[in-house]
């Protein structure tokens, strides 16, 4: 079964994506062709390899590896997630959402640590001048691997 999948449907599967017969709108889309013509989603890495050579030109590389990242990213989530007292929840929630949805290119652009190169402190508030800084870096992430 598993040869007539990876030889026969997977490849004309591919093949269609190449060729823009296919045009998935979003990852919930492609995840749907996929599952009507019997592909699994574990051979989404498989495909997206296929692609490669074309994602210069054709969206659906793309939209399958977003589909893929979103769901690496769940299982992480569900792994942070267990051991934080429910107290915490919504922090935690909030500081993962953070990290998995911030652009780091601005991040490393501004040579700031905070997000989108914003100033923590401001000149004004002398307040928030003499407090302490938290550590927002989600290279540390709290994630116990």
Known sequence: MAMFLSESV???????????????LDAIHFTD??????????YIGTILKS???????????AIGLSGLITRSTKAV????????????LAQATAHFL???LMD??????????????VSTTTTTN????NKK?????????????
């Open 77 to 88: 989530f569900k792994q942070y997630i267990i051991d934080v007292p429910t107290q915490q």
């Open 133 to 145: 800084e938290k550590s927002t870096d989600c290279d540390s992430a709290l994630i116990p691997l």
């Open 104 to 117: 780091i290119r601005s991040r490393q652009s501004s040579g700031d640590n905070s997000p989108n190169g």
């Open 33 to 42: 062709v996929m599952h009507s013509r019997g592909i699994n989603i574990r």
């Open 126 to 129: 002398k307040k928030k001048k």
């Open 10 to 24: 997977i490849t004309k599967f591919v093949y269609e994506l190449k060729t823009m017969t296919q045009r998935p």
């Open 98 to 100: 953070n990290c998995y």
């Open 51 to 61: 692609l490669e050579e074309h994602k210069d030109k054709n969206h659906n590389y």
